[in-house]
């Protein structure tokens, strides 16, 4: 495996001048705890900023890509842009996996796969290449990954959220989960379906969205929300 | 009272190019839902884009201004500075509350006053500052009113806290409400303190913080977090 900072310049093509601000975002907390790496600094403050960065950087791209829609539509998107499983997918896909550094306990247990830990070096990285480089290097980095391809992304991760209900109801043997389209309204070129949930043939949960897909995904989600507050799938 | 755009620019020292975009910031849906203004927009989209540019400034400020501090400290003022009530004591502070553009009903039912409304006006503005003038403009308007005198505004809504407690404990009759220092640990140049919030005795909740006075707003943030999740002051 090739050091970290020759991978990011060379493969990634991100611009560097701190090398040991961007090494950091790398460091889990497990890591710098060990007392062979006491002297290292964990990634948890840069994760605090580029948590924020990130946020800035998608709300823009949406407000600029999507100058008709409401803020509601957008604030949807951007909360699945940014949530936890899409950015640990994203940190796999630039192999942050490999580079991340672990205590040997967190690595022994998995941690290399833990979301949360892959996720969390994502918005690192993204924090300690703010503050490397500025703002237009974090949109350059993400443009290829995540904002070009952002429909794409939406729709893997509206596709993890039928699959976790599913899963999730079928743990107790097989069930039928159909989806059904209850409403479609609106002007041809702004159209809002509405689409159903049905376990067993009873509506369980419903979702609007700009396609069937869309509304077909929060459907899922609302449901696995009430799930998650305490309701039964 | 002056016009909006010459009250921001002499006044307040805004650059502004785009003219109708700055109005659009403070434009309520109220508003623009009349029929003599249907050709307005409304500052909601602005609000979703200012929501973050005010995220990351905040955050950026407080990354460098506390650089030994732990990222759940920082989570804590950041959560506290960007909060409903501040932004809403900001837009008055800069009279956003006079230039707010509500439909009839609304400024007629006290919408001039109403937290929610203020405080999506003034990140509407921030939203709109950011499009037109980059995020420098706005770490320039933001350093006077929130980041220089952030302590102060933390001092100031931390007594909210203390002071919503205690209206609520009390709404039943006269109760005894005190704070007991708990705790004092670390070394003199960060010391945390723990702060217990004691009514009638019984201790209700307790809270950590660089001073007294930070512990004791967030034991009585704790208590009221408490009591929204159903449990009793």
Do not use: W
């Amino acid at each position: 495996m090739k050091p970290l900072i020759n991978y990011l310049k060379g493969d990634l093509q991100v611009k560097i001048e701190d090398q040991g601000l961007i090494q950091q975002a790398f460091n889990h907390t497990s890591y710098v705890n060990e007392k062979a790496h006491k002297d290292s600094l964990s990634n948890e403050r840069l994760e605090f900023l580029g948590d924020a960065v990130l946020e800035l950087v998608v709300s823009q791209y949406l407000y600029h890509t999507y100058p008709k829609q409401a803020e509601g539509h957008l604030t949807r998107m951007r909360a699945q842009l940014v949530r936890e499983p899409s950015l640990a997918y994203l940190a796999r896909q630039v192999s942050f996996d490999q580079y991340l550094k672990l205590g040997k306990g967190e690595a022994e247990s998995g941690g290399r796969q833990r979301e949360s830990i892959l996720s969390d070096c994502f918005e690192a990285f993204l924090g300690a290449l703010y503050i490397d480089q500025g703002i237009e290097a974090v949109k350059s980095f993400l443009t290829p990954i995540l904002l070009a391809p952002h429909q794409t992304i939406l729709e893997i991760t509206s596709q993890d959220y039928k699959t976790k209900f599913q899963e999730l109801v079928q743990q107790k043997g097989a069930v039928q989960i159909e989806y059904r389209l209850l409403k479609q309204e609106g002007p041809p070129h702004s159209q809002v379906f509405t689409a159903g949930l049905f376990v067993e043939n009873q509506l369980q949960a419903q979702g609007k969205g700009k396609s069937k897909k869309e509304a077909e995904m929060q459907a899922a989600r609302e449901a696995l929300n009430a799930y998650d507050n305490g309701g039964k799938p």
